[in-house]
């Protein structure tokens, strides 16, 4: 199983692996196996997706010390910027991102190098230059990462106090990708934060309705799923018990995980 925290990289992944058929000129279908030209790139890939990204940071820098990776050169490159950031190394990242944007790297690639080169500034906390990056992207992102761009630009909204702003993004995030809890969860939060919790009509109303409809969806066998499960729980029962609706608040705070990390704040509420 691929580590939360891998969550972007395996994006990144998915989008990487489909550019030689994309250069290619071959139609991109959905699920289908993509060809790896050179093996020791794929042997890169079965390291990173058994989840051992430091094995497969070495093999990289192996394979390209020894030129190894064919036409895969300017993807092995952008995955070894985002192991690195994946492993706290922002600004070993972030010189890996730039050389890719002004060496003249194919437009998607540089598309991809700007999100990374983003997020890695903002986890410097430089705001404003994540923000000049996030809007040098050219084209929707591939491969899931457009989801995470939208997120990390709504962020930068919040970070600024355009609580509004954030709420608007990501709403037509959601419209394009209803399926997507963590946007429909951030949506949540942008409302309340934008409108304040002293009435449950408008926006507060909206985000309470989101709010439940994640917090109340089964279950899924899925780590990442239920831990955002909770967390819409809690945000539900804590808005609630400030709207003075006790039984939905306690309805809500029940449904935490006894044993999830927001098992303690969902008792105190309780």
Not at 77 to 83: W, Y
Not at 260 to 269: F, T
Request: overall charge negative.
């Amino acid at each position: 199983m691929i580590a939360p925290r891998c969550k972007v990289l395996v994006a990144l992944l998915v989008a990487a692996v489909s550019a030689p058929a994309a250069a290619a000129g071959a139609p991109a279908v959905p699920g289908a196996p993509v060809v790896i030209a050179a093996p020791h790139y794929g042997a890169v890939l079965f390291d990173f997706y058994l989840d051992r990204p430091f094995d497969a940071l070495g093999d990289l820098m192996v394979s390209q010390h020894f030129d190894r990776l064919g036409g895969h050169r300017d993807e092995a490159e952008l995955l070894r910027g985002g192991l690195l950031l994946d492993a706290g190394a922002p600004r070993a990242a972030a010189a890996i991102f730039t050389q890719l944007i002004d060496g003249g790297a194919p437009a998607s690639i540089r598309d991809r190098a700007w999100f990374l080169l983003a997020r890695s500034q903002h986890e410097r906390g430089d705001g404003d230059a994540a923000a000049a990056a996030i809007a040098r992207i050219g084209a929707p992102l591939a491969g899931g990462l457009e989801d995470e761009r939208q997120l990390l630009a709504a962020r930068l909204l919040s970070e600024r106090g355009d609580d509004a702003g954030a709420a608007r993004l990501l709403a037509a995030a959601a419209e394009v990708h209803p399926a997507n809890a963590l946007l429909r969860y951030n949506l949540a939060l942008a409302w309340l934060r934008s409108a304040g919790t002293a009435s449950g009509e408008g926006p507060v109303a909206r985000a309470l309705a989101l709010l439940e409809a994640i917090g109340s969806a089964p279950a899924e066998d899925d780590e990442e799923a239920r831990a955002l499960r909770d967390r819409a729980n809690l945000a539900l029962g804590t808005v609630a018990l400030r709207l003075h609706e006790p039984e939905r608040a306690r309805a809500a705070l029940q449904r935490v995980r006894l044993h999830g990390d927001r098992a303690d704040a969902a008792l105190l509420a309780a």
